[in-house]
């Protein structure tokens, strides 16, 4: 289940692991062993899933075409994650409030840019098939509206 989050309760604990030249770490530095043992293997699983589900949309925005700012956008957002993901294993990239406040900034601008391409797209095949204008239009108008 993890120790919890704090640097206090990291100290408290890595006290009793540490070796005496080195007792003075106030985080653990890996991003993935920080947070394995903050929050755990749930916490881990759940960062893990939320960080692929966001590669997913921004790759399928991508795949999408259309719009370049909004492939862009995307593009960002899975550049951004792929070096998280690597430096996070050198480093607990995250210890910075500031890199973590813009990293899941960039993580909502790239996953709200993927949203709305996917909501033109709805709309692009609504109006598509509401202007063939034949009977089967009119009632998949009404399902989808």
Same mark, same amino acid.
């Given at each position: 289940? $993890?120790?919890?989050?704090? /640097?206090?309760?990291?100290?408290?604990?890595?006290?009793?692991?540490?070796? !005496?030249?080195?007792?003075?770490?106030?985080?653990?530095?890996?991003?993935?062993? $920080?947070? %394995?043992? /903050?929050?755990?293997? !749930?916490?881990? &699983?759940?960062?893990? %899933?939320?960080?692929?589900?966001?590669?997913?949309?921004?790759?399928?925005?991508?795949?999408?075409?259309?719009?370049?700012?909004?492939?862009?956008?995307?593009?960002? $957002?899975?550049?951004?994650?792929? +070096?998280? #993901?690597?430096?996070?294993?050198?480093?607990?990239?995250?210890?910075?409030?500031?890199?973590?406040?813009?990293?899941?900034?960039?993580?909502?601008?790239?996953?709200?840019?993927? /949203? #709305?391409?996917?909501?033109? #797209?709805?709309?692009?095949?609504?109006?598509? &098939?509401?202007?063939?204008?034949? /009977?089967?239009?009119?009632?998949?108008?009404? +399902?989808?509206?």
């Amino acid at each position: 289940g $993890g120790i919890g989050i704090g /640097e206090k309760l990291f100290g408290s604990v890595y006290m009793r692991f540490a070796d !005496p030249e080195v007792w003075r770490a106030s985080h653990a530095h890996s991003l993935w062993l $920080g947070t %394995l043992v /903050e929050l755990g293997i !749930p916490g881990l &699983i759940m960062l893990l %899933l939320t960080l692929f589900l966001l590669v997913q949309k921004c790759a399928g925005c991508i795949r999408q075409g259309g719009d370049k700012k909004l492939l862009l956008t995307c593009g960002a $957002g899975i550049c951004g994650v792929t +070096a998280m #993901i690597f430096s996070g294993f050198f480093d607990f990239v995250w210890y910075n409030y500031t890199v973590f406040f813009i990293f899941w900034a960039v993580a909502g601008v790239a996953s709200a840019a993927a /949203e #709305i391409r996917t909501r033109e #797209i709805s709309a692009f095949s609504a109006e598509s &098939i509401s202007a063939v204008g034949d /009977e089967r239009s009119a009632d998949i108008m009404i +399902a989808l509206g």
